[in-house]
């Protein structure tokens, strides 16, 4: 029932005792980068002057601009001891890069692997990795996880969906790792092939990587009969394996021996109580390389009260509610209204106006991005405004990773709007 059951049950008390320890310890490895030598020397925090864990509070916030703009800073051992990088949004300067020695991979590994154990996941499992690979971390990040668990693992990636029902055939898969709004996208792949989700042996699905509800859980474990859980995560920290639901599905237990846990109010900076909808914070407490103090994940959600029927003592957190930027995530891509602007601006043929309109559609998510294209611009032939919307799909497909579709549109046509949250419009369902 437990992957590993000291620590996954370990009482609170001892939990404690060990998160102090491994948060003191974290600190003296955090001093070897030169970013945080520098934050927590001004700070005045040493791994001594920390008593208990709520003087985990001296530390200061770190956020994604810290992790941007200081990139290598952050890192406690030479670039040659680091094994393996991730990225998170944006290719062009704005991404956020984590880098891993060999041993961070092997935790995050076991992280997983305990994630997938605990929803009943089994070496005699065949499991279908349906997540991109490449910089995501959801693609390797479970991949290690999986094999670690002994389960025969299929590097399927994202997309190709006829190819994804046909691996499903033809391996007997019975455990999925996928976008949830993408199962739900997938299902009329499986009719057009008049093949019924239901008939084949799968039984566990993962899914994760973009907010998604209770019904929308429910109408995939119905459509496919079987059980979905939800996993949350994110590069900064790792990736997946951060907090993973239990098969009470009443929450998802975060990982508290790997990661120290506080939901704060993101205008006062306060700590909540349990049940109170506020920012995640995290603090890894196991990585090596690269250990993040205290992140602003941006993430809104609540600490369940209550301790879980099924006897870990880790806590848990909602489901995701939402978040305190503005990042979107489509096909489980992030993405800042930034990177778009970032794009459009440096072309002269556009004007400064654009209008983005998100929809989902038979569950596949599309951006549709009105430009204005500058007077003399327009006035060129067809053949012309044909290869420039193909440029401007191109440059946004390349910084955004997702093709979006993209429409010229005569100057002074589109409303004016202040500020680039305005010119985003999201019509999908929350
Ligand atoms: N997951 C997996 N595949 C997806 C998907 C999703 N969320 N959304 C769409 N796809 C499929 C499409 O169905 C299509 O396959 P098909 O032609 O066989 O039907 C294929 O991917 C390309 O779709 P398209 O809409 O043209 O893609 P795009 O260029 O806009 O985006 C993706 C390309 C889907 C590959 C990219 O968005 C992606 O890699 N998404 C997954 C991100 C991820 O793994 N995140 C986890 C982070 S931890
Ligand atoms: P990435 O760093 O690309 O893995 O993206 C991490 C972000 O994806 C998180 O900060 C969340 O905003 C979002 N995310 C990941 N998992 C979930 C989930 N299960 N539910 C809602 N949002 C999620
Ligand atoms: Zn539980």
Known sequence: MYWDKKHETMPRPDLEILQLERLRETLSVALNSPFYRERLTQAGVTPESLSNLEDARKIPFTTKDDLRSQGQALLTRPLEEMVRLHASSGTTGQATVIYYT???????????????????????????????????????GFHYGAERLGALTIPAGAGNSRRQVQLMQQFNTTALHIIPSYALYLLATFESMGVDPRDLPLRLAFIGAEPHTGDVRRRIEEAYGLKAYNSYGLSELNGPGVAFECPEQNGLHLWEDHFLLEVIDPRTLEPLSPGEVGEVVLTNLSRRGMPVLRYRTRDLAAVEPGTCPCGRSHRRISRIQGRTDDMLILKGVNIFPMQIEKVLLAMPEVGTNYLVE???????????????????????????????????????????????????????????????????MDLRDK
Not at 391 to 418: G, Q
């Open 102 to 140: 060999r041993g961070d991979i092997e935790t995050w590994a076991e992280l997983l692997a305990r994630s997938m154990y605990m929803t009943g996941m089994r070496p005699t499992d065949v499991f279908q990795n349906m997540m991109g690979y490449g910089l995501f971390t959801g693609g390797l």
């Open 358 to 424: 998100l929809s989902r559609k038979n569950f596949n998510d599309l951006m549709l991005v009105k430009v204005e294209v500058q007077q003399e611009f327009f006035q060129e032939d067809l053949k012309y405004l044909k290869s420039l919307q193909k440029k401007i799909t191109n440059a946004l497909k390349s910084e955004l990773l997702v093709t979006p579709l993209v429409e010229l549109v005569e100057p002074m046509t589109l409303p004016r709007s202040e500020g680039k949250a305005l010119r985003i």
